[in-house]
C-alpha cells in the first residue's frame, strides 16, 4: 500500500498507528510529543512511566487512548549535530524500528510527523528525504498505508534547486483558466467565421484540414491552446460522437457506420493498455502497483474490470510507474478520458518531471505537495 503526504496534525488522523517524535524519558515534551500527550490524556502518560524510556533510533509502543488510533509508537530521533555524527543512520532507524513495531501490532496504516526536524533541528528537507527513503524501502515487502503528516503546510520543505526549477517551469508554461480560455474561444470565433476548407485542397480528417487551412492565420500556440482545450474536454464519448460527426461529414449522404458498429470499434480500454503496458515492460503486476504507489485493492479492480474508469491521479500514477515518454503517457491517459495541459499546474508539473525521465513517484508527490495539488496514488 503506499504512502501518503497529507496537510493534518497528527493527533486528528484516524489510523491504526501514529507516531510521536518523543524524547529519551518517553515522559512528554513539547512540539509533536506535546501535542500527542494532551489529546491522548493522562492515560498516556501512566503508560509511558512504565516503559522505562526509549534510545535513540529505537521505539517503543503505547495505547493511544483518547485519541482516534489505536497504538502510539514513540520513537526518538537524534539531534542534528551537523550531520557527521551519525544522525541519518539513527534517523532512518527510527522510521525503520517504527514500522516493525506497527507491523507486529498488525497495523495497515500508520502516520508519522516529520521525526527531529522540530525542536532536535534535523534540516526539514533532508529528514523528509530519509523519511520518504526508508517508508518506501519497506513498502517494498509490506502492505500498508503510511501517511507523513504535516502540520504546517508552510514548513514543508522540498530540495530548494527543484523548488526554483519547478517555480521557473510553471512560470513559463502555465496559462491560467481565464487568459487560456479567452485565447482559445477568440481563436475558435475566427475559425468559425471563415469558410470551412475545401475538401480537394485539404484533404484529411475536418479539424485537420481546418487546422492546414487557417495555419496561416493563426499561430501554432492559438492552434496548440485550441487542440488542448479539446483534449481536455474530450472523454470516450467525445471521441465517439466526433468519430460519428466525421463519418456524417464524409458520407453526407449516405451514413454507412450506425452508432452500433461504432460502439462495436471501442479500442483498447484503459485497463487493456495498463496491462499490455506492463507485459510489455516486463514488470510483474504488483511491481506496477508498487511503484504507482497504489493500493493492491484498487488495482486488483482495474485487473477485473477491463471498463474501469480510473482517476487522473491514478492513471497518471500508472503512467509512471511504466517509466512513459510524454506521448505515451497522454495516449494511456486519453484511454480514462483525461489529458493533461498548461492550464493546470499539477498538469505542468508531471509534464516536467516526464520530460526530465524522473520517475520517481514519492518526490513528484513531494513536488505536488510543496506546490498544494493533490498526489499520485492513493
Ligand atoms: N502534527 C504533525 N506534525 C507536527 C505537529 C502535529 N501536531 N506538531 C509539530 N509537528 P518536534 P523533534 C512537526 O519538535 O524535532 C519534544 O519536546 C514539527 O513542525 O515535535 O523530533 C520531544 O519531547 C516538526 O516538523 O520533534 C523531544 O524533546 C516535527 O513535527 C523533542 O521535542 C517534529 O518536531 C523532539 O524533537
New binding site residues.
Given amino acids: 500500500m503506499p504512502l501518503k503526504i497529507i496537510n493534518?496534525?497528527?493527533?486528528r488522523i484516524h489510523c491504526d498507528a501514529i507516531v510521536n517524535?518523543?524524547?529519551r524519558t518517553l515522559l512528554?515534551?513539547?512540539?509533536?510529543?506535546?501535542?500527542i500527550h494532551r489529546a491522548a490524556g493522562e492515560g498516556l502518560l501512566k503508560e509511558c512511566k512504565t516503559l522505562g524510556g526509549c534510545d535513540t533510533g529505537d521505539a517503543k509502543i503505547t495505547g493511544g487512548y483518547d485519541l482516534p488510533c489505536r497504538f502510539v509508537i514513540h520513537t526518538v530521533?537524534p539531534v542534528w549535530h551537523g550531520g557527521e555524527n551519525g544522525e541519518e543512520k539513527l534517523l532512518r532507524s527510527c522510521y525503520r524500528r517504527s514500522l516493525e513495531l506497527a507491523l507486529e501490532h498488525d497495523c495497515e496504516s500508520v502516520a508519522f510527523?516529520?521525526?527531529?526536524?522540530?525542536?532536535?533541528?534535523?534540516p526539514?528537507d533532508k529528514a523528509l528525504d530519509v523519511a520518504v527513503d526508508e517508508i518506501a524501502k519497506f513498502l517494498i515487502d509490506h502492505d500498508m498505508l503510511v501517511y507523513i503528516?504535516?502540520?504546517?503546510r508552510s514548513?514543508y520543505c522540498i530540495d530548494s534547486d527543484l523548488y526554483r526549477k519547478l517555480s521557473r517551469y510553471i512560470d513559463e508554461n502555465y496559462r491560467g483558466f481565464n487568459e487560456y480560455h479567452y485565447a482559445a474561444h477568440a481563436a475558435m470565433a475566427a475559425a468559425d467565421a471563415a469558410p470551412m476548407p475545401d475538401k480537394k485542397m485539404f484533404p484529411g480528417k475536418r479539424s485537420s484540414r481546418r487546422k492546414s487551412a487557417f495555419s496561416g492565420a493563426f499561430s501554432k500556440v492559438e492552434f496548440d491552446v485550441i487542440e488542448d482545450i479539446k483534449d481536455n474536454e474530450e472523454n470516450s464519448d467525445d471521441i465517439l460522437q466526433e468519430q460519428v460527426l466525421e463519418a456524417s461529414y464524409d458520407n453526407a449522404s449516405k451514413v454507412t457506420l450506425s452508432l452500433k458498429d461504432m460502439l462495436g470499434q471501442i479500442d483498447e480500454s484503459f485497463s487493456e493498455m495498463l496491462l499490455r503496458k506492463i507485459d510489455e515492460k516486463g514488470m510483474t503486476d504488483v511491481e506496477c502497483y508498487k511503484k504507482a504507489n497504489i493500493d493492491r485493492k484498487l488495482f486488483s479492480k482495474i485487473r477485473s474490470d477491463r471498463l474501469y474508469k480510473p482517476s487522473k491521479p491514478t492513471a497518471i500514477a500508472f503512467a509512471v510507474a511504466l517509466e512513459l515518454p510524454l506521448e505515451e503517457a497522454k495516449d494511456l491517459l486519453m484511454k480514462a478520458g483525461f489529458a493533461l495541459s498548461h492550464s493546470s499546474k499539477f498538469d505542468i508539473i508531471i509534464e516536467y518531471f516526464i520530460n526530465n525521465g524522473n520517475y520517481n513517484i514519492y518526490e513528484i508527490n513531494e513536488a505536488l505537495f510543496a506546490f498544494d495539488q493533490v498526489t499520485l496514488g492513493v
Avoid: H, Q
Fill in positions: 493534518e496534525s497528527i493527533t517524535a518523543a524524547n512528554g515534551g513539547g512540539g509533536v510529543d506535546g501535542a530521533g510527523p516529520l521525526i527531529s526536524s522540530g525542536v532536535y533541528g534535523y526539514k503528516a504535516f502540520f504546517d514548513v
